[in-house]
């Protein structure tokens, strides 16, 4: 079993601490530098189950994990790290583009969902946002209107529907445009893939 690896001395003076979860070493070790470099507290585990009981000794504020975990994948460790944690923000990572993994990390409310490999910028943006999204966990009560406290369906469709529309782009861009191997990439049919382009041609979306 590999050791965690953690960086111990956080510059930030409100000590956020960030969890890592990766099984690759290389990825793992291109996260902790990037999120070393944003003064982090961070700490590198190479699985789930290493990921709940670190939290589970001190909470974290902000993880990045990828999907494709051994045991235990990372929505599924994600569910265990929010009952300690609920407002944990997530980034996940994952080699494929998967529109059902992809409506699960929505339904999880995850900050990111990127597709291996990331850029360094992709990363430092969705850190932005976790950190932002953390200052907003705790607004004061005078600051919310009532319709504010939750989000309606309609809300929560839109945005899994602007996701999946945007992983079938990001398919299609690393096929070249063709729509078969993009269909296998997703894990849909060929009609199923060539009605939702149709559809979006209609909303005048260019389709690369």
């Known amino acids: 079993m590999e050791r965690p690896l953690e960086i111990s001395r956080p510059r930030r003076p409100d000590e956020l601490r960030v969890l890592i979860v990766e099984d690759d070493p290389r990825v793992r070790e291109m996260l902790v530098r990037v999120a070393q470099a944003a003064e982090f507290h961070v700490l590198a585990v190479w699985s789930g189950e290493e990921a709940v009981r670190h939290n589970n000794q001190a909470p974290f504020q902000i993880v990045i994990l990828d999907y494709h975990l051994p045991r235990m994948n990372g ?80 809300q929560t469709t839109q945005t899994i529907e602007e996701a999946e529309r945007e992983l079938i782009f990001q398919s299609l861009r690393r096929n070249n445009g063709n729509r078969a191997a993009s269909a296998r990439e997703l894990g849909i049919t060929r009609r199923t893939l060539h009605n939702k382009i149709n559809a979006y041609q209609s909303q005048g979306f260019p389709i690369p």
């Open 75 to 154: 929505l599924e460790t994600l569910q265990k790290l929010r009952e300690k944690s609920s407002d944990l923000q997530a980034i996940v990572l994952t080699g494929y583009a998967s529109i059902d993994v992809a409506k699960q990390a929505i339904h999880l409310d995850v900050v990111e969902f990127l597709t291996k490999p990331c850029q360094r910028g992709e990363l430092e943006r969705a850190l932005d946002r976790a950190l932002k999204r953390l200052a907003a966990t705790t607004p004061k009560p005078s600051d919310l209107a009532p319709e504010q406290d939750t989000p309606t369906t309609a």
